[in-house]
């Protein structure tokens, strides 16, 4: 009889205990999804229709997921469709075009596949116009030019060199840059991107002598060296897929520290 009710209350026990344990499981689920939906919030938004949505990434965050398991801006995006349109499943966003990690600014994504295929091609066409806006530790001595170099990265390493033009795997490089403003030795740089190669702004001005403020991987002088690169992806244009309309979006950085608070940067974005 005893042993009957020492069973029963241990029973009782392994049972609450259950139910204390599936609690704990549902809150942790609960504040997952709360801290996903606040990670969704973190988004900035500059337009959004059925095909597509225009975003600003900010620096140090990758365009996707890789090793690191930092959160991305893809799954942002995605997160942020899902909890808006209250959609089950993974919602469907196409990534069209790609940022370096340490590189912030405007991006586009395709919220289908025929949205995604239409605006991959006017990248490979070169109608989709991306300007970028850099802060270099040195002036270059044209203030308006064209670099053409041939490229060709180091998979391994992750780095990207200059190289002969006949050399196998090099890929051509073309930019154009227009010099805005000096501020003794720093000089902000308008540029348009002719090719879009890996890290290829960041090459192509550490060739010239000119490396971005910031830049620990091709930059020489370490006592210019930040964690915030002077890079940013500030204007985007390109021809709506469906509606056939040019649309122009703008944005400065967000930053509000070096190397930007250097130069007075509203009054390029203000057309």
Known sequence: MEI???LTKNQGKIEKNQENT???????????EKSKANDANKLLVLYEDNHLIVVVKPQNLPSQADSSGDEDMLSLVKQYIKEKYHKEGEAFVGLVHRLDRPTG???????????????????????????????????????KGTLINYLKKDEKNNIVKIVPQGEKDAKKAELRYNVLQTEGDYALIEIKLV????????????????PLYGDNKYGKNKSKMSNNLGLWAGRLEFIHPTTKQKMTFACPPLEVGKPWSYFYMDKYFIR
């Open 195 to 210: 090719t879009g190669r890996s890290h290829q702004i960041r090459v192509q001005f550490a060739g010239i002598n000119c």
């Open 105 to 143: 600014g405007i991006m586009v994504f395709a919220k289908n596949s025929k949205t995604a295929s239409r605006l991959s091609q006017q990248i490979k066409d070169n109608s989709m116009n991306k300007i970028y806006y850099a802060v270099t530790t040195m002036v270059p001595k044209e203030r």
């Open 4 to 6: 009957k009710e020492n």
């Open 22 to 32: 599936s609690n704990l499981q549902k809150n942790n689920e609960i504040e997952t």
